[in-house]
């Protein structure tokens, strides 16, 4: 398997240009598409893949999007950015016909549905007049089963490419001081509350899958999945809905309310994605054994049950016991971090909420250092084959 990574422009235009003299494009699927059970979750798929929640008011009429996309966005460079392409609403014939090296091929890209978390409205006469975004463009990837950044679409799995920051820098809605900050984000990350105080201390976008027992979101268990959904589709996506916490100070009412009736079917769906399995070649299984005696020496105290966190049952770290940096949790109403859930490890590097480690051995000499942990190299080497199997 390739796995999804950000793309060169000049790598996007070779690309492109290969694409450009394929008729059929089979494209094996590495993993399965995540299966629905019951309408609920059907319903919460559609949702996650496709509903702006009617955010196409601010994205539109506010933020003009629609005209950066329209005047600006090629295919190539919307690649370049991280954007992804579902090969299975692809038509690529079509494509082809309207220009990939042009913005009249991105426009027939969003006019199929193929653009992964991005959704766009034609008037008769063919011209983009709306575009709104949906949860997906955040939290799902392809597999770049064609090429790189098109592909099957991989559901609850982080867009670590994604430029959030520069592609919101672009839009006129921003002063140039602010655009300077967001363009500084790095791929993969975005910051949940500089629209509201201006700081900027970018996190790492955290994967939307194996979530079925991990009771609070978000790295500082603000609360339950519901109401980060919420929060995100109302305060982040500018979707058209409510959303109130009084610790925040947030009341937001809008009528009609296109966000609350969705809440249940989407967390259907977000239960229903399981963690990626690893790949069984990318670790050492003798280790790995080896490694689990390690972690449960040092590490199960926090990292406990089916979900490997203690927050499951109410508990939060201050940021100088795990050796985190405190600038985010600052900001928030818990003040503290919860243990971070350990699932399919292997899929999302960089760790932690900053994404301070780069690799998985960054994180055990990272506590190593800070719970001054007695462990020999080999220990370390074990420990880190044990989280890779996770």
């Not at 579902?86 to 309207?98: E, I, Y």
């Not at 194996?210 to 609070?216: E, H, P, R």
């Not at 399919?344 to 055990?364: I, R």
């Amino acid at each position: 398997m390739v796995k999804p990574s950000h793309v060169p422009l000049r790598a996007a235009r070779t690309c492109i240009a290969a694409l450009s003299l394929l008729v059929v494009a089979p494209g094996c699927r590495q993993f399965p598409e995540t299966a629905v059970t019951n309408d609920l979750e059907a319903r919460g798929r559609d949702i996650f893949r496709d509903d702006t929640f009617g955010d196409e008011r601010f994205w539109t009429d506010t933020a003009r999007l629609h005209e950066l996309v329209a005047r600006e966005i090629e295919p190539l460079e919307a690649l370049g950015l991280g954007v992804k392409v579902d090969m299975d609403r692809l038509n690529l014939l079509k494509f082809v016909a309207h220009n990939p090296f042009g913005t009249g091929g991105t426009k027939e890209l969003l006019r199929q549905g193929a653009v992964v978390g991005m959704r766009g409205t034609f008037d008769e006469n063919g011209n983009l007049v709306k575009v709104g975004i949906t949860c997906a463009l955040c939290h799902s990837t392809v597999d770049n089963a064609l090429l790189p950044g098109i592909g099957h679409r991989l559901d609850g799995w982080p867009n670590r490419d994604l430029e959030v920051g520069k592609i919101l820098s672009k839009l006129p809605i921003f002063t140039p001081q602010q655009k300077a900050v967001l363009a500084s984000w790095p791929p993969g990350y975005y910051d949940p509350r500089f629209n509201f105080d201006g700081k900027s201390t970018p996190l790492t976008l955290p994967p939307a899958h194996g979530l079925a027992q991990v009771k609070n979101e978000t790295y500082t268990a603000e609360g339950p999945i519901s109401y980060w959904n919420a929060y995100v589709a109302v305060t982040q996506m500018h979707g058209h809905g409510n959303f109130s916490d009084p610790r925040l100070g947030i009341n937001i009412v809008q009528t009609p309310d296109d966000v609350t009736p969705k809440l249940a079917a989407l967390r259907a769906y977000q239960h229903s994605i399981p963690a990626p399995p690893t790949p069984g070649a990318s670790y050492d299984r003798g280790a790995a054994d080896r490694g689990k005696r390690v972690f449960d020496a040092n590490c199960a105290s926090c990292h406990v049950g089916g979900s490997l966190t203690d927050n499951n049952d109410g508990v939060l770290h201050a940021p100088s016991e795990t050796g985190m940096d405190s600038a985010y949790a600052a900001r928030t109403t818990q003040k503290r971090y919860r243990t971070t859930p350990l699932r399919a490890l292997w899929q999302h590097a960089p760790y932690f909420h900053d994404g301070s480690a780069k690799t998985l051995e960054d994180v055990v000499d990272h506590y190593v250092q800070v719970r001054r942990f007695q462990l020999s190299r080999g220990e370390r080497r074990d420990l880190v084959e044990y989280l890779k199997s996770l």
